[in-house]
């Protein structure tokens, strides 16, 4: 059963790009959940989706970021027009059928490296 | 969420036990606590998660007082490939943001 998968592994982009990182869930997994990781910083939340629904996107800044989780297809965080601060890693976790589930585990891929310049 | 507090950074030696203990005093009833581990330049992976007394995998053993305010984190004779930051979360279910704090890095040398 192959992990989460992210793509691309490092991106960089000139200020005012546009960025689009993916992410495929663990196979019979429907949540996804976006986190950013600034350099020596702890992971933080970003914003969690089920297929075709937005269910938190409390952690998004409220401009330039989006993301989809289409019904096909992986998930998709957008972020127009990039800036030097948006330079992070970027995790993406997935987890089965929740939230009846009594387990608080969240499997993880390897992130997206990007570099703005 | 229960706010966490945990060391911020520890040292040890190949072939030790490391205990790494974390406070939660606001723990609600429904609340499990997890680990996890994060290398560097990868994401993190779940080590373990307990709601009372002991829980052991093959990776680590969590230990749970009665009260439930604090948990501790056993990693029996590390090795130089346990160095990483170890997350220490409280929770009561699935399809809920994990709110990570700064962790514990843990550093083993030979």
């Known amino acids: 059963n192959a992990g989460v998968m992210q793509n691309p592994r490092h991106l960089v982009r000139r200020r005012g790009q546009e960025a689009r990182l993916r992410c495929s869930p663990m196979k019979g997994h429907s949540h996804v959940y976006w986190y950013r990781q600034l350099p020596e910083e702890g992971l933080k939340f970003m914003v969690y989706?089920?297929?075709?629904?937005?269910?938190?996107e409390s952690g998004m800044p409220k401009e330039r970021f989006s993301a989809e989780f289409p019904k096909e297809g992986p998930s998709i965080l957008r972020i127009q027009q990039v800036v030097r601060g948006d330079s992070a890693a970027y995790f993406c976790a997935s987890s089965p059928v929740g939230p009846d589930r009594p387990r608080y585990e969240q499997y993880f891929g390897p992130g997206t490296r990007l570099t703005v310049t | 969420l229960a706010k966490t507090t945990q060391p911020i950074s520890m040292d040890s030696y190949e072939g030790q036990e490391v205990n790494i203990t974390c406070s939660h005093n606001?723990?609600?009833?429904?609340?499990?606590i997890t680990w996890y581990q994060q290398f560097p330049s990868q994401g993190p992976r779940f080590i373990i998660q307990?709601?009372?007394t002991k829980v052991t995998n093959e990776v680590a053993s969590l230990f749970i007082p009665a009260d439930r305010k604090s948990s501790t984190l056993s990693l029996p004779r590390v090795s130089l490939s346990d160095t990483a930051v170890y997350y220490c979360?409280?929770?009561?279910?699935?399809?809920?943001?994990?709110?990570f704090g700064k962790g514990t890095t843990l550093s083993v040398s030979s």
């Open positions: 606001n723990i609600a009833t429904n609340d499990y």
């Open positions: 307990g709601y009372k």
């Open positions: 979360l409280v929770g009561d279910q699935a399809g809920t943001a994990l709110i």
């Open positions: 989706l089920q297929k075709e629904n937005i269910i938190d």
